[in-house]
């Protein structure tokens, strides 16, 4: 197993039940773990009916398992200021405003919420070696993956804008008198610098997803869901990223045989069409199944987390696969 755990999924599918319930098996394993959780409503927060926030703290009754919740709002705000502070000392206070305004409408882009947390999650990945285990409520989608091939690009672009400036840095030596230093210098440049950090956070991230992270998706038994994470596997696959394996959570219980009426008529039909799904899945999917949740009578929390992690399945071990 490796360091870092993702689960996936559309909205409501189940992410952070099933992440929860993960990050409750490997702690019991002994593993030092760590829950990270992105989701605005706070909803690890009422599985384990504690308070979190960006710092890790401990779970009540746990001594191995410490959650902490990213703030996706917080995240950007946090992100716009850097941007912010970083235009702030290249251009001439008169364009200062124009930036600000220009960075108030990138807080309200459907990309600024992805990108933000991404560099996040980059950072706690950084910063995760007092841990066994790193679980994440929530992979990276479509939008935030595409920055993974970004340090490509930017390698290009990097290297040809340090050609120029040193040829520029060649024609003020040449042109300049004595031996006085060149000013500008092309290992001094702060917006190359920033080009180079961003550069290798991001081929940091690739690197660790690809050697160090296990992506799981969770999913419920109807057609949407089904399209909707074969186009994740797809488009995880696309970035050298493999999907290890498919929780089905959200399983109608069938009635007992002697049970009849309109309620048990209608179970034993859905549990029937949920079956069709879960054969599909299994036929035709590449990652395999690796665990079946039965709905439960209401949230999971409590026992019910217990009892779910039961269902879960997934092998918790500390060795790399
Ligand atoms: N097997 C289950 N049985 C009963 N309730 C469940 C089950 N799985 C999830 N739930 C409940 O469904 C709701 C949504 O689940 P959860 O919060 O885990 O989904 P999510 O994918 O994290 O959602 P979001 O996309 O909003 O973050 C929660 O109230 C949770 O307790
Ligand atoms: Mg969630």
Redesign the pocket.
């Given at each position: 197993m490796r360091t870092f755990v993702l689960f996936g999924?559309k909205?409501?599918?189940?992410?952070?039940?099933v992440s929860a319930a993960y990050a409750h098996e490997c702690a019991t394993a002994g593993l030092e773990t760590l829950l990270v959780s992105t989701?605005p409503?706070h909803?690890t927060s009422d599985v384990f009916d504690q308070e979190f926030d960006d710092d890790p703290s401990l779970v009540d009754g746990y001594d191995s398992l410490s959650v902490m919740e990213i703030d996706p709002d917080e995240a950007v705000d946090e992100h716009l200021m850097e941007i912010r502070r970083a235009m702030g000392d290249q251009v001439s206070a008169s364009l200062v405003n124009e930036i600000d305004r220009q960075i108030e409408l990138a807080h309200r882009t459907p990309g600024a919420h992805e990108a933000a947390l991404f560099d996040r999650f980059i950072e706690v990945m950084r910063n995760a070696d007092e841990y066994d285990r790193v679980v994440f409520?929530t992979s990276p989608t479509g939008g935030t993956l595409r920055l993974l091939s970004l340090p490509e690009y930017l390698g290009g672009w990097i290297g040809r804008l340090v050609e120029k400036r040193e040829r520029s840095v060649d024609l003020y030596e040449k042109a300049a008198l004595g031996d006085r230093e060149p000013r500008r210098s092309r290992i001094g440049d702060p917006i190359i610098a920033r080009l180079r950090e961003r550069k290798e956070n991001f081929e940091f991230a690739g690197e660790t997803l690809r050697e160090d992270a296990t992506f799981y998706l969770?999913m419920n038994p109807d057609e949407l869901s089904l399209r909707e994470t074969r186009r994740s596997v797809e488009s995880l696959r696309e970035r050298g990223l493999g999907v290890e394996g498919l929780v089905m959570?959200?399983l109608t219980p069938e009635p007992e045989d002697h049970e009849e009426g309109r309620g048990a008529r209608f179970l034993r039909e859905r549990v029937a069409t949920e079956r069709e799904r879960v054969a599909t899945v299994r036929g035709e999917f590449d990652p395999p199944l690796v665990a079946t949740?039965?709905?439960?009578v209401?949230?999971?929390k409590g026992d019910l987390l217990r009892s779910?992690a039961d269902d879960l399945a997934i092998e918790v071990t500390a060795e790399q696969p």
């Open positions: 999924g909205g409501g599918v189940g992410k952070t039940t989701d409503a909803s409520d969770v959570n959200r949740i039965r709905t439960r209401s949230e999971v779910v």
